[in-house]
């Protein structure tokens, strides 16, 4: 397989990406389609508080920490970009762009960049491509983007752009790997860090689709319950609740009461099936667990039950 690569024979990270803010929420993200081996590992970087940056074509990755960096002291996104291409003699190869904490953004694309090459950068956005079908890649994901609404939440919309892009044609050598980061103050796991969401499809034919499915497996894991999620467990629910934990190989209490053997096993399940973040010591269950253990024999299919 022919590969591009720059000077020093490193291969082109030819993507088309979408860095962008959501105000209200205080989340910064930036997804990526390339046809390059996990791209995901080279081009986002992001963080919570300061902004978010995509570096490609032939890209540089010391930009993402040094960006990040000067984004972190102040510097507006123009400068930092112009800053970060000063010294780097290959600059005409980069594409890069900016979106600071304000929502304030840049973007960069070298003389020397395939073709097609191109970026679009407004307040709360930017995005930017190489090697693409044509300047209706971009120009259809900032028509999406500034069209979206902010009540959708900001990793879906930003999916939803690199799916309107490749619709344009995308990549036009193809599609092979796609990434989504999403950071938001202590909005990682456990609330340790800002990595909300961070997922990558290094490999695989329809990168953009199996990113989309597993960020709806990741909004079902990780995304925290609202009150509104809570059914109380009584009466149906609760009788459904046990059976659905017969079937699933756990032993529910056998009396019409959410007593403390039905309690047990729902933890066990939730716990097992790694519903941590939705379980809460009342009785109640997440409609989105209920949902889950609906289909969960079905999805089980020939594996065997647990033991208690």
């Known amino acids: 397989m022919n590969r591009m690569m720059d000077h020093h024979g490193h291969p082109v990270v030819a993507t088309f990406s979408i860095i962008a803010f959501d105000e209200k929420e205080q989340e910064w993200g930036v997804a990526v389609q390339s046809k390059f081996l996990a791209a995901g590992a080279l081009v986002p970087w992001a963080m919570a508080e300061t902004g978010a940056l995509a570096t490609q074509s032939f890209a540089n990755t010391s930009f993402g920490p040094r960006g990040l960096r000067m984004l972190a002291d102040g510097k507006e996104p123009e400068a930092v970009l112009w800053d ?17 904490a304000k929502g304030r953004s840049a973007t960069f694309t070298g003389s020397s ?4 090459a191109g970026g679009i950068a407004e307040p709360g956005f930017a995005c930017q491509g190489n090697v693409l079908a044509g300047e209706g890649v971009i120009e259809g994901m900032a028509d999406y983007f500034r069209a979206s609404s902010n009540d959708s939440p900001l990793a879906e919309r930003l999916v939803r752009a690199l799916e309107v892009g490749q619709e344009a044609g995308g990549d036009k050598r193809g599609m092979q790997s796609a990434s989504l980061l999403v950071v938001k103050k202590d909005g990682g796991f456990g609330g340790w ?16 689709a199996e990113l989309k499915r597993i960020l709806s497996l990741h909004r079902l894991y990780f995304q925290r319950s609202k009150p509104e ?10 009788e459904e609740v046990k059976d659905l934990l017969r079937q699933a190989g756990y032993t529910p209490g056998a009396g019409e009461e959410y007593d403390g053997k039905t309690r047990e096993a729902l933890k066990t399940f ?3 099936e ?13 409609r989105r667990v209920l949902e889950y253990m609906r289909h969960f024999q079905e999805e ?4 065997p039950a647990f033991d208690q």
Request: charge should be negative; include cysteine.
């Open 84 to 100: 970060l291409l000063a010294d780097d003699p290959e600059r005409q190869l980069r594409q890069v762009g900016i979106v600071d």
């Open 229 to 238: 999620d809570f059914l109380p467990l009584k009466g149906d629910h609760l």
């Open 300 to 303: 089980q299919g020939k594996k």
């Open 274 to 286: 790694n519903f941590d973040d939705r379980w809460k010591n009342e009785p109640v269950v997440d």
């Open 270 to 272: 939730y716990l097992r």
């Open 113 to 116: 960049c395939l073709s097609w």
């Open 193 to 208: 860090n800002d990595r909300m969401i961070d997922l990558r499809v290094d490999e695989h034919h329809r990168p953009i």
